[in-house]
């Protein structure tokens, strides 16, 4: 059995996709709060727009592609476990305001079921819900069903305000997401495991 890669046409398609995946994730994030067009990321690897769209089919599926791979390399660089409430990941978000509103915009418009990054939400929200239930109820007393309801009410709060923390960071910029989260988080833990303050 072989274990070279794709080759011909295939592979020059996936090489080009994945240029204009690279060149638009550093478009997003060297945008600042502007938005990025397609003639931008077009002009990074001397593509018309046509020409880009070609690899994705719909702007709207190139975008949730750059945010697809945004979620791969921060899974790269910080792992995946706690990833949500690590202050260093946080705080590179508030370093790439261009890839947070892209982020906060499609999340919107992914709602709707026909819309092309629906999908991508919906996959990305239930697998992050799984992993921090498990994280937040380690460790945890009582009942497993009661662990298992608390735990997972708690990674949707946490998860909610992550997502509500970035809009409102978006309009006042002044706010420290990573802090925010971090003593969320660490109220959270404490009323999971019995230790909070009366």
Do not use: C
Not at 16 to 32: F, N, P, S, T, V
Not at 54 to 73: I, K, M, N
Not at 150 to 162: E, M, N, P, Q, Y
């Amino acid at each position: 059995m072989s274990t070279r890669g794709p080759r011909g046409p295939y592979a020059k398609s996936a090489a080009k996709r994945q240029l204009i995946l690279d060149a638009a994730l550093a478009a997003y994030a060297e945008a600042g709060s502007r938005g990025v067009s397609v003639r931008d990321i077009g002009e990074r690897v001397g593509l018309t727009d046509a020409g880009v769209l070609h690899h994705f089919g719909s702007r709207e599926a190139l975008l949730t592609a750059v945010l697809a791979a945004r979620d791969v390399a921060a899974a790269e660089r910080y792992g995946e476990e706690e990833s949500l409430w690590r202050p260093d990941l946080l705080a590179e978000n508030a370093r790439t305001p261009g890839l947070v509103k892209l982020f906060v915009d499609l999340a919107a418009a992914g709602a709707e079921p026909g819309h092309p990054a629906h999908e991508f939400f919906t996959e990305r929200y239930e697998t992050l819900r799984a992993r921090y239930t498990g994280a937040l109820a380690d460790g945890r007393a009582g009942a497993p069903q009661e662990r298992e309801a608390d735990a997972a009410w708690a990674a949707r709060v946490l998860l909610a305000a992550t997502d509500g923390l970035q809009v409102q960071w978006l309009l006042e910029p002044s706010i420290d997401m990573a802090a925010d989260i971090a003593r969320l988080r660490e109220v959270l833990l404490a009323a999971l495991h019995g230790t909070a303050q009366g």
